[in-house]
T-cell receptor
């Protein structure tokens, strides 16, 4: 069974700190990975996606992919209370368009 | 860019009613649309995948006669929950993607069946 695993949290970080969200996947055929943010009662919002090994930066967000270790992470610099949400990691196999979602990590940014 | 509109945002209706939910990609052509369901404090559950002009592909355990999906154009897909019952109450979310693009989600429809 193809799985994407995340620690459910909550992950609590103080305002201004770096939040590190991690995700592992079992399907070696997965080629693309996506991070979505979901506020309580709302639908997911795309944060970033990454295809290649290494780091990809967009503003305060950095996605990291290590295909050898089957590991994806999302770093949020200068965390703000508005970043408090559930972060969903998703993998996509090159042969299918649907995503396999993790259960999400709840992030709490404290004042 | 990449805006997906979903309507209605909330529906409250009596048991036995059929409910139609629309999903539109406003600024791109969605070759594939997806329908998800999410129960409180649980993760997204994919219900079906639809490609424009083709029959939807349903996930295991999802009744295709219960959840009717139509993807008639590159910008519109509909989900009809037929003869809805209280156990169908959930948060239904659509997403859309252009060819080789990421999925973008609509705002979701909260369905409550009394």
């Amino acid at each position: 069974q193809k799985e994407v695993e995340q620690n459910s949290g909550p992950l609590s970080v103080p305002e201004g700190a770096i939040a590190s969200l991690n995700c592992t996947y079992s399907d070696r055929g997965s080629q693309s990975f996506f991070w979505y943010r979901q506020y309580s009662g709302k639908s997911p919002e795309l944060i970033m996606f990454i295809y290649s090994n290494g780091d990809k930066e967009d503003g305060r967000f950095t996605a990291q992919l290590n295909k050898a270790s089957q590991y994806v992470s999302l770093l949020i610099r200068d965390s703000q209370p508005s970043d408090s949400a559930t972060y969903l990691c998703a993998g996509q196999s090159g042969t299918a368009s649907k995503l396999t979602f993790g259960t999400g990590t709840r992030l709490q940014v404290t004042l | 860019g990449a805006v997906v509109s979903q309507h209605p945002s909330r529906v409250i209706c009596k048991s036995g009613t059929s409910v139609k939910i629309e999903c539109r990609s406003l600024d791109f052509q969605a070759t594939t649309m997806f329908w998800y369901r999410q129960f409180p404090k649980q993760s997204l559950m994919l219900m079906a995948t639809s490609n424009e002009g083709s029959k939807a592909t349903y996930e295991q355990g999802v009744e295709k006669d219960k959840f009717l999906i139509n993807h008639a154009s590159l910008t519109l897909s509909t989900l009809t929950v037929t003869s809805a019952h209280p156990e169908d109450s959930s948060f239904y979310i659509c997403s859309a993607r252009a060819t080789d693009g990421p999925q973008h989600f609509g705002d979701g429809t909260r369905l409550s069946i009394l």
